[in-house]
């Protein structure tokens, strides 16, 4: 079975690039090309920074920001900031709850990430560190985000600073560090009234034994245009071809979530240069800091990747295409490596032939891509397999899991003809509460 998965990733990282393109600053990616190298963790949260505000110095965040809030204030008043708030309060009290809970599990998890081990089965201390990362980053400040946006270039990254505070404290107490690598964009298909929309953050840890977690910050309940972007996953098409430089298409040419591909592949202008892909500036951001923890191409630092709910679909999609990118002979290698990735409650993010790609590359070099799901969660079931002319299927390693029970794995809808499931379930069994309960049941319970 290997080597037939080894043959299938085979034929698709041996397409070239476009022979059309021969400027290698036209296909090569920003992070490939020459830059000052970081000397310290200092120096890359510096570098990391200062690409943030001129990509939040794009002209459609501004007009964004200015445009629709002050027609909308009373809605958002009502509807947005005051659920923001109170959902805030409570997931800080969820946090510090589990913090004590979890002080066992945290360093367990710790010592397994900096081991840069991927077990054949799923680690249940790191999968529950996963969804306190993915959790915390709900708590970030959007007002300070958005002075950001219309300040100076040093007032922007104080609003920048003060609005990951609550997350930069939280993450001190569990022996790491957090930054901010980017912002993502998207095009919704209804005007955004309230832009609050997902992000990239790091975790990270300057031990001996180094690494880094890349969280993606999944759906705010209060802000319906993030909901249209979860409904947007049905209008599957195949990811822009940003002449990424490593051999084949992006996303191995699949066709996947229309709504979540834009807000990584969709190109923004930075600063003064042509435009760039939010891609590349997480993978910027990951060099900086890897080469700062100390990692060299022959000692690479690990990298593991998260999310919950719609941030589990771009950190799915970040994750296979960062494995396409950076396993492939051609490409060269990095101060890091990619590890395992551990979703929560995602949406299904492709059609079957992204699942079955990312499958063979992620067997072929001995990674898992661990996709925990609630066994009452609605999510997951989009979008619904019936009455649908492209049948999104879910990636593997699925694990069902629920208070009160042992985890069971799901089986592969890859391959398989049509997938079972229908739009059912809760929206309460998505929330992280519920996940974390169901991830300590798991892993107590056999």
């Known amino acids: 079975m290997i080597s037939f998965l080894q043959k299938v990733y085979s034929l698709f990282n041996q397409l070239p690039c476009r022979p059309s393109v021969c400027d290698v600053t036209l296909c090569t990616p920003v992070y490939a090309l020459p830059r000052p190298v970081v000397k310290d963790v200092s120096d890359a949260q510096s570098a990391i920074v200062t690409r943030h505000v001129q ?100 007032q922007a990254k104080k609003a920048l600073a003060q609005s990951q505070q609550a997350i930069v404290s939280i993450a001190e107490t569990w022996g790491l560090s957090f930054t901010v690598l ?20 790091a975790y990270y840890s300057a031990s001996p034994s180094p690494f880094i977690v890349v969280a993606f910050k999944g759906t705010t309940p209060s802000n319906l245009g993030e909901w249209f972007v979860d409904i947007d996953v049905t209008a599957a098409a195949a990811a822009p071809d940003p002449l990424a430089g490593a051999a084949g298409p992006v996303l191995f040419g699949a066709e996947v979530s229309k709504g979540v591909t834009q807000a990584l592949f969709s190109p923004y202008s930075l600063g003064e240069a042509a435009s760039h892909l939010p ?136 391959g398989n003809g049509y997938p079972v499931g229908y739009l059912e379930g809760s929206v309460a069994a998505h929330s992280c509460e519920s996940y974390y309960e169901a991830i300590v049941s798991a892993s107590t319970t056999q």
């Open 279 to 414: 891609f590349d500036l997480i993978v910027m951001g990951l060099q900086d800091l890897a080469t700062a923890l100390g990692g060299t191409v022959e000692k690479q630092v690990p990298v593991y990747v998260t999310g919950h709910s719609l941030g589990a679909s771009y950190a799915t999609l970040f994750y296979a295409e960062s494995m396409r990118r950076f396993t492939s002979p051609l490409s060269p290698l990095q101060p890091f490596t990619l590890v395992d990735l551990h979703t929560f409650g995602a949406p299904r993010v492709g059609l079957s032939s992204f699942g079955l790609s990312l499958r063979a590359l992620v067997a072929l070099h001995a990674r898992h891509t661990w996709r925990i799901v609630d066994e009452n969660d609605i999510v997951p079931s989009v979008p619904p397999v019936d009455g649908l002319e492209q049948v999104f299927e879910h990636i593997d390693c699925g694990l069902l899991v629920q208070s009160g029970k042992a985890a069971e794995a799901v089986k592969s809808e890859l």
């Open 182 to 201: 980017c912002d993502l964009v998207d095009d919704h298909p209804v005007q955004h009234w309230l832009w609050d929309g997902p992000f990239c953050g």
């Open 55 to 154: 990509q939040l110095k794009q002209p459609k965040l501004a007009s964004i920001i200015s445009s629709q809030e002050h027609a909308l204030k009373e809605m958002v008043e009502l509807v947005g900031i005051s659920l923001r708030e109170a959902s805030n309060e409570q997931t800080a009290t969820n946090l510090e709850q589990w913090t004590t809970a979890s002080s066992t599990q945290m360093d367990a998890a710790k010592q397994a990430y900096g081991s840069k081990s991927s077990p054949d089965e799923v680690d249940w201390n790191v999968a529950r560190l996963g969804l306190m990362q993915s959790t915390l980053i709900y708590l970030r400040d959007f007002t300070e985000v958005k002075a950001a946006v219309t300040a100076g270039a040093k």
